[in-house]
């Protein structure tokens, strides 16, 4: 997936295995435990930092944690980050269209 996206966007930089903490900020510890420890799969940025998707690449064990992904994806937008949820590697086109 890292090659595949680097591979769409090659102007762009492709962070992999990226700690909630690096890209959402709280002092409020009860907050701050609700990030704390996970990681994302892939975030990509322009060339100027900002960060313009966030990937998560879920195999089959995350067929059981549904409610889980959902509460990830939910702090990642309340956060105004784009989240892409795949089960599989994407085409470069279908990353193209997605993201950009």
């Known amino acids: 997936m890292f090659r595949r996206l680097k591979s769409a966007f090659p102007d762009h930089h492709v962070l992999a ?15 701050r435990r609700k990030f704390n420890r996970k990681v994302t799969d892939f975030v990509i940025l322009n060339d100027a930092l900002e960060v313009i998707a ?13 409610k889980e992904d959902q509460l990830r994806d939910s702090m990642f937008k309340e956060a105004g980050y784009c989240v892409f949820r795949y089960s599989e590697i994407p085409n470069i086109r279908q990353l193209q269209k997605d993201i950009l």
């Not at 966030?54 to 549904?66: Q, R, V, Y």
């Open 17 to 31: 295995q990226v700690a909630f903490s690096a890209l959402i900020t709280s002092d409020n510890y009860k907050i």
């Open 54 to 66: 966030i990937i998560e690449l879920d195999d089959s064990s995350h067929l059981e944690k549904f």
